[in-house]
């Protein structure tokens, strides 16, 4: 049993049962739900947390690509992580997320699949710059923009590319910028990041000022930072960025990139949406 | 037996035997050989081609995630592809490819996540358009640029970015385009696509003008164009264009484009890459 005062909502929704090495039972919150089922970020953070509790993990996320096959649905779900092949410095893992279908059979609505390396020091340079902008005390916290409990749980403090105030098809851009936060604050940590990776309002509905149906189908989240960049970063400001690169018969993609406010890059993402119309 | 004197190499590389249904062996072959194993391009087209193949089969590629888990060694490989989850229009694939290791057990090399797709007119716009560069033919092909077999497979014009061609840390960006189409010609589709995908040189010797040991962890690509605009494609020049956004603590990630000669985006794509030192 988990105090509700005191535990963090991320900590909660990622509360997991080991029922047997590998094989995790958690359940959806309420904190971090969407529209018609848990926010994506979340599903993908739980996925992540599965590898991370596993007794056999071997070092830190590097990558992780996480599948919405179908509707997670509210209640309890099983994730297996399954950690398919072990080299000395890397490990590779396939994970599934699986809930009771109508019929009572068990029905998969998540796959994933991820890397995890011991890292060491090497040469290295950032090839993409944090973009120029004013510190996040110069910008206001927005208003939950949709109907979605899970905006509740960011401060999010746009800085370009903001939530359409009008539906009247007058986009020309894809490209958003927002400083961001954990609410309650939150020291940072790989399941978070993970998170906070698809945490960007559909490219779509900004490019075209139109809101349509979408839905994520892959997320794809490089890990840039280790262990003691994360700690560094606490739980500060992200400046986070995503745009999209082509909209073209019923999906898109979208980039994006996570920077702490010392400009050190932490993780970049890539995405392949549905959209209808 | 296939008849070696008129099939396309690629074609001879993605000859799967179903030995049962989602269950098919295939092996590497010479042509699309790299210096310690196959190109990681071809791995990932003939996982592609085993979901192709499979009799479960709904829509066209829309992504594809392959994690290079350990080496392929020369000689058979057992991929195993299996359609998790199938939508009304939409449907995710989990894959395996397996190999005996040195006490004949089978060992997991490459694991792969895919999504297909029953496609629909929609709304489109491309945010990423082609570069303005002169046609291939302004272009020379490139001899190999390092002694790999795979090379040889692919007709290259480099345009910008090029191989470096001394290794004297004197390197300052991590862009290279390019024109490229098969040797010998061939029409494309979504399996040569998913190769092309990977046929960038490291771009860590070129940013450093330095010649580490590198090694693809997992890419992820998304497929823009569908069966008539590949077909329209047919054996004409790609215009491929890749970047790095950071390299740090032995990874480095990979974004990279990939467009038909009239300019219209067929796959994006974006990989992260071990390397030492």
Known sequence: ??????????????????REPGVYTGRTTQAYWNMVGPFGGITAAAML????KHPQLLGDPISLTVNFAGAVTEGEFTIRANPVRTNRSTQHWM???????????????????????????????????????????????????????????????????????????SGDTSLSQLWVRD???RPLDFVSLAAASDLFFP?????RARRVPIGTVS??????????????TGSGFLFAQASAQEFRNGFFDQTAQLWN????MLATSSQ????KE
């Open 1 to 18: 049993m988990t105090n509700q005062a005191t535990i963090h909502p991320l900590d909660d929704a990622m509360a997991l049962q080991a």
């Open 49 to 52: 947390e599965a590898v991370l």
């Open 95 to 169: 994970l599934t997320l699986e809930q009771a279908g109508p019929d009572g059979e068990m029905v998969v609505a998540t796959t994933a699949t991820a890397m995890t390396a011991l890292r060491r020091e090497t040469w290295g340079v950032s090839d993409v710059k944090m973009p120029v902008a004013p510190g996040p005390e110069n910008f206001e916290r927005a208003e939950p923009i949709f109907r979605a409990q899970w905006l509740s749980a960011y401060d999010m403090r746009p800085v370009s590319g903001n939530f359409p105030s009008v539906w009247d098809d």
């Open 183 to 185: 609410v309650p604050e």
């Open 203 to 207: 490219r779509i509905w900004l490019r």
């Open 219 to 232: 997320i794809t989240t490089y890990f840039h930072a280790n262990r003691e960049q994360l700690a560094q």
């Open 261 to 264: 406010a010392d400009g050190l």
């Open 272 to 275: 392949i949406v549905y959209y």
